[in-house]
């Protein structure tokens, strides 16, 4: 495996960004920070810059207002980049399918590599998902 | 001081002009005619020191809008008010208690009732784009054409 | 042959490559302790323990795509973090490892290393303003205002050394103190914390990390630099970290002196420093964990109110002394 | 769509002379998207400006286009921190319709849920406090801590955040005796835990720096500004929904009501801490006097005609539901109003400096933390979708068509 | 100083950390009654619709098959609320205690 590949799979630095979701998925993201579960010994640290970050973690429905906003967080983000949706509102929408204001789900919006299943889906799950994107790069 | 003594109070100073009463446990709903709407407020909040505004809440109801503040920490006083709809003109109470400016905003917003006298009653809820005079809840409010979701990416 | 082994010394060992790799293990070291106070293990799968965990970051940082936003001032942009990290190295060179000598070394050089370091913090407002990004100037504005607050204890505390060991010389400040005492023991303990205060503030970490704060002003000056430019100034943090160590155990606790077996001293100093160091970081690391972010105007309020005229008394007494 | 599109197109960052600070969407003081526009002058906060529907996602209508059953979830994702005031108060409003009482043991544990919710959310506002100034080590302190009372939910109802324990006619899960013991002991450690908590708050130096004398909120105007919650306890005003119109149960379940009235960010701190001490009691006395029996009765799907207003105390203050049914299985009107939103004037005059009361930037943060906004609810907002110059309206009709078109 | 009082503490104190997923796996606190992933027993279903009627997001969707009216459920819109489960008459609906749901498809489970 090459230097550059390695070094990507050790250090994935995160960018959290909740375009309207009830709260419940981004207290888990951050308890996934949080001693008992600690992203950092993947070597996540949590980013406030989307200059700094290369794995964006959006939860929630994407609503129309905050859709511009999102694209250009994302656009802001150096690649390579990649994308995990949390929380089944943000995968489709969710209990908010179909409304309105609401897109049906984040790939409608933007490129998604990985998806993570639950309202909110624990930290566990979380980790798990993350390590898993990990691997399939790995693969690649 | 409890349900019945509220109503029984509203009902002796403002005599004719209280319509209907309905009391249960810590809820008092009175109805209303407009035009002692503000009096009755006032009466509320200053005599029997009902000086919260819990919120207001708005219904289309047919050709008629519902005014509905909601006062109090304790009991709950629902004041009841139609205003036509054609003419959605309402005193403010903002005057009265300063708290009430964003419910009366937010009303304006998704009913068109105007609220004479507010001093700031810009868009609160709606977005800065939205076209004047379409209150989206209305029951007469028309739709154009419904975009499905899909399409506006 | 003489020529050949100071181009080594200062590319390899104690030199440039030393102190890179040395920045990292600190790091790394930093965010462990920092880690472990907080009840958590910190990187644990990037090489044994998670040691290699700085390297992974800076390689990663290196190969990601370098966005240079359309506003900013190019030149200004491009080359700041290069010089940036230019300077702290130079700092670096100055320190006696090896012997009681840097490699850099001449009759004043701890003005010099003064000014390095007030350089270096003025790469940061340049780097600030150069982004023109809405955080990032107020971000170098408080940067600008915090140089304000520690820079005069900082010189303050790091004149009274030198009017302990009458010279401006490191060479001889090293020297006086393997030979007497070491001035931590005795009249310079004050002098030694308040080095290492106005250190944590350059350095930019909590309490102080007010040019950075993230939930203020997301990223400060840095919220432009991305790629190899972020990765370069995240370098300089970490070879800053491990110069202002080297710095205060030069200073107050007797450079890379110590009990020494005649013959061995290339070997002992060196691992003497290394000890000392790491004491000085885990002071730091303390400090980091200890503390909640102090607003900017209380940490200029904190520093003209206690810190400098604490450090002028210091200066007066160290003065009566000597 | 493509990365190699959306590339193309945002390399800018903005610069205005005139510095306007945005804070919010994507801003991480703010864990959720709302727009706060300050006008500031070097450091010193002189305007704010709020829009806060960054968050709307059609729930008032929505509510009114699915049956009573489906509304509890939806209810409960108004907010995922107080989703157990909002299923709450949203079972009370129906049962109120209805006319019915449920059984007391099934009140019993909707309080031992609330109050373990009040838990989880004020630990863990404590926790993004400490995060805001900057005090990481006592987020993951306070975190770690919070743990113990997330496995007790996640015990209890199944899942960590989102209890779904709450449904109209009682609670949909009972309590065994073995989780008794276990939530018994789990309040012994929090009780330990949080008074250690309310020590560091008193005692450390640069919490205090930065929280006392921040964010002042005069009892006269948080009185005027209809301020509700732990924002207007630290004023001094003794005023919670539990003691002053008390539902399900509170009237027997002793506790006290905080006050502080230093009426700063340091005090609705402490109001927070108190509470949540309180709570741990509360939970206590539920554990030992819950009283056998049913924990739910059945209720027709479709409440007679009527209307009702329920009021819970959220963790974030008052929180109003008012409910009108036309006699189907869906509601006529829903209005929820929640604690955010009634506190947004006064936290925009908190922020406003004036008379010698100067606000800094780094304040603001702490300060709109300090009300434990929740934007997810404020957003909330009946009917609107405008996109970029176009607008689309939807009648009611097509509304229904559309949901019945995906099965709803 | 009583944060330091704690801090000097945790260096000796065991971490909070569980070293979930690569060890320590068993330590994971998965309560019984999880609202996991869903198993749906076919044979059991009578196809009496409760459960797509009650499902708050629409992830029951109703599908016809040889046997008649049968449920399928699209886990990227179920709210793992456990309604279905309560409502159904048959008992054919189960939440598990699976909660590892992470996939590269968001149709990747769509339990039939
Ligand atoms: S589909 Fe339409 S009517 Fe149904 S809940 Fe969503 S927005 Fe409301
Ligand atoms: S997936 Fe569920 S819990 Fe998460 S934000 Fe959406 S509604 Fe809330
Ligand atoms: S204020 Fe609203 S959104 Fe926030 S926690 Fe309370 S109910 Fe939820
Ligand atoms: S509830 Fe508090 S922590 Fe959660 S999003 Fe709202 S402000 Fe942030
Ligand atoms: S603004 Fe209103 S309609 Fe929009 S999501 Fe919020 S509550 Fe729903
Ligand atoms: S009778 Fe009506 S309400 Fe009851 S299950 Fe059947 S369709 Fe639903
Ligand atoms: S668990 Fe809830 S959301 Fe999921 S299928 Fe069942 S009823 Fe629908
Ligand atoms: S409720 Fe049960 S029996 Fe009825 S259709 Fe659904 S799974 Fe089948």
Redesign the interface.
């Known amino acids: 495996m090459n ?2 590949k ?3 799979l ?2 994935p ?1 995160l960018l ?13 993201v ?2 996934a920070l ?5 992203l ?4 996540a640290l949590l ?6 970050a ?1 794995v964006l973690v959006v939860t ?2 994407v ?7 999102l ?6 983000m ?3 980049k990649f994308v995990v949706a949390v929380g ?2 943000c ?15 984040l ?16 930290p ?2 979380i ?3 993350v ?3 990990l691997k ?1 790069l790995e693969g690649s | 001081m409890n349900e019945n003594e509220i109503s029984e109070a509203l009902k002796s100073k403002f005599g004719n002009n209280i319509l209907e009463t309905k009391t249960s446990k810590r809820r008092v709903f009175i109805n209303i005619s407009t035009k002692v709407y503000k009096d009755v407020i006032r009466y509320l909040v200053e005599e029997l020191g009902f000086n919260h505004v819990q919120t207001i809440t708005g219904v289309d109801v047919g050709n008629f809008i519902e005014i509905m503040p909601h006062l109090g920490r304790g009991v709950t006083v629902t004041v009841k008010t139609r205003i036509e709809k054609n003419r959605p003109a309402l005193s403010t109470i903002t005057d009265i208690v300063p708290g009430a400016s964003v419910h009366e905003r937010e009303i304006h917003d998704i009913l068109g009732v105007v609220f004479e006298g507010h001093p700031n009653l810009t868009r609160i809820i709606l977005p800065e784009n939205w076209p004047e005079g379409v209150y989206p809840l209305r029951k007469d409010y028309t739709p154009e054409q419904p975009v499905p979701m899909k399409e506006v990416s | 042959m003489y020529p050949l082994l100071e181009l080594l010394q200062i590319l390899i060992f104690p030199g440039i490559l030393f102190a890179i790799f040395l920045a990292f293990i600190y790091e790394w070291l930093d965010r462990k302790i920092y880690a472990k106070f907080q009840n958590r293990v910190g990187p644990l799968y990037t090489g044994p323990m998670g040691i290699l965990q700085p390297f992974a970051d800076f390689v990663k940082l290196l190969a990601k795509e370098d966005i240079v936003p359309n506003d900013v001032d190019k030149p200004l942009f491009n080359i700041l973090p290069i010089f940036a990290l230019t300077l702290s190295l130079t700092g670096f060179l100055a320190l006696p490892i090896i012997s009681l000598k840097g490699i850099i070394s001449f009759n004043g050089d701890l003005i010099f290393l003064i000014v390095l370091m007030t350089l270096i913090c003025i790469v940061v407002i340049y780097a600030g303003v150069s982004s023109s990004n809405r955080f990032s100037t107020v971000g170098a504005e408080r940067a600008a205002l915090q140089l304000l607050g520690y820079e005069i204890p900082m010189m303050l505390s790091v004149v009274s050394v030198g009017i302990m060991a009458n010279s401006m010389w490191i060479y001889e400040i090293v020297s006086i103190q393997s030979n007497t005492f070491w001035f931590l023991i005795g009249p310079g303990i004050l002098g030694f914390a308040i080095f290492i205060i106005c250190g944590q503030a350059e350095l930019e970490r909590i309490p102080f990390d007010i040019p950075e704060a993230e939930t203020e002003i997301v990223a400060g000056w840095l919220t432009e630099f991305s790629g190899r430019k972020f990765a370069l100034f995240r370098l300089t943090r970490n070879v800053e970290l491990l110069y202002l160590s080297g710095l205060a155990v030069t200073l107050f606790l007797g450079g890379p002196s110590g009990p020494i077996i005649l013959g061995l001293e290339p070997i002992l100093y060196p691992i003497y420093f290394l000890i000392k160091t790491l004491f000085v970081l885990f002071l730091l690391t303390t400090l980091r964990a200890l503390f909640a972010r102090l607003r900017i105007d209380q940490m200029v309020n904190f520093s003209w109110k206690y810190l400098i005229p604490i450090a002028i008394l210091h200066i007066l007494f160290v003065r009566v002394i000597f | 769509m493509q990365k190699e599109e959306l590339r193309s197109e945002d390399k800018k960052s903005s610069y205005e002379l005139f510095f306007d600070i945005p804070v919010g969407p994507q801003h991480p003081a703010l864990k959720e998207p709302a727009f706060f526009k300050f006008k500031v002058e070097g450091e010193r906060v002189i305007g704010v400006d709020a829009d806060v529907s960054y968050n709307h996602r059609g729930i008032e209508k929505a509510l009114e286009q699915r049956n009573y059953i489906q509304n509890i979830y939806l209810i409960e994702r108004i907010c995922g921190i107080c989703n157990v005031a909002h299923t709450l108060c949203y079972a009370q409003a129906v049962e109120q319709i209805h006319g019915k009482e449920i059984p007391p043991r099934a009140n019993y544990i909707r309080l031992m849920i609330e109050e373990l919710a009040r838990i989880h959310s004020h630990t863990l506002w404590l926790g993004v406090a400490a995060h805001e100034i900057g005090f990481d080590t006592l987020f993951m302190y306070v975190w770690r801590d919070r743990e113990v009372v997330m496995d007790l939910i996640e015990m209890l109802t199944g899942n960590r955040v989102t209890t779904a324990i709450n449904t109209i006619g009682g609670v949909r899960r009972d309590v065994s005796d073995e989780a008794k013991y276990k939530v018994k002991k789990g309040m012994d450690i929090l009780e330990e835990r949080l008074k250690y908590y309310k020590k560091v708050a008193i005692n450390d130096p640069t919490i205090n720096a930065r929280c006392s004398g921040v964010g002042i909120l005069k009892p006269r105007d948080a009185i005027k500004l209809c301020a509700v919650g732990p924002t207007l306890r630290a004023s001094g005003i003794k005023n919670d929904v539990r003691a002053d119109d008390p539902y399900a149960l509170h009237d027997e379940v002793p506790f006290n009501v905080i006050t502080y009235d230093t009426m700063d960010v340091l005090a609705r701190v402490l109001v927070r801490v108190d509470e949540t001490l309180e709570s741990v009691n509360m939970v206590r006395y539920c554990v030992d006097h819950m009283p056998s029996g049913e924990v739910k009765i059945k209720l027709p799907l479709s409440p007679p005609i009527g209307e009702s207003v329920s009021r819970v105390e959220a963790p974030r203050g008052e929180l109003i539901h008012y409910a009108r049914s036309n006699g189907t299985n869906k509601p006529e009107r829903y209005k929820v109003r929640t604690p955010t939103f009634e506190n947004i004037p006064s936290v925009c005059e908190m922020l406003t400096s004036k008379n010698g009361y100067e606000v800094n930037i780094a304040d603001i943060p702490i300060t709109l933390a300090s009300i434990d906004p929740c934007f997810s609810c404020t957003a909330r907002m009946e009917f609107r979708d405008v996109s970029k110059g176009k607008t689309w309206i939807w009648s009611l009709e097509e509304l229904k068509a559309h949901c019945k078109k995906k099965g709803i | 100083m009583s944060m330091l009082k704690e801090i000097q503490k945790s260096l000796f104190k065991k971490k909070a950390t569980v070293l979930y997923p690569f060890k320590e796996r068993e330590k994971v606190h998965i309560p019984e009654g999880l609202r996991g992933k869903i198993v749906f027993d076919r044979e059991k279903c009578t196809g009496c619709l409760l459960c797509s009627r009650f499902c708050p997001s629409g992830a029951c969707e109703i599908v016809v098959d040889e046997k008649g009216k049968r449920p399928i459920f699209h886990l990227e819109l179920c709210l793992f609320c456990a309604q279905c489960q309560e409502v159904c008459p048959k008992g054919a609906i189960k939440l598990t205690e699976e909660f590892e749901l992470a996939a590269f498809d968001k149709k990747a489970f769509t339990i039939r």
């Open positions: 230097i550059v390695w070094a990507r050790k250090s630095w959290h960004f909740n375009t309207g979701a009830c709260n419940a998925c981004d207290i888990e951050l308890a949080t001693p008992r579960y600690d950092e010994r993947f070597g980013k406030a810059s989307p200059r700094h290369d929630g429905p609503t129309r207002q905050v859709k511009d906003r694209l250009r967080v994302y656009n802001q150096p690649d390579p089944t509102c995968i489709s929408g969710g209990v908010f399918n179909g409304c309105y204001n609401v897109y049906p789900g790939d409608s919006v933007i490129p998604v590599d990985a998806y993570i299943f639950g309202c909110p889906p624990k566990e799950a980790i798990n998902g390590v898993a994107l399939k």
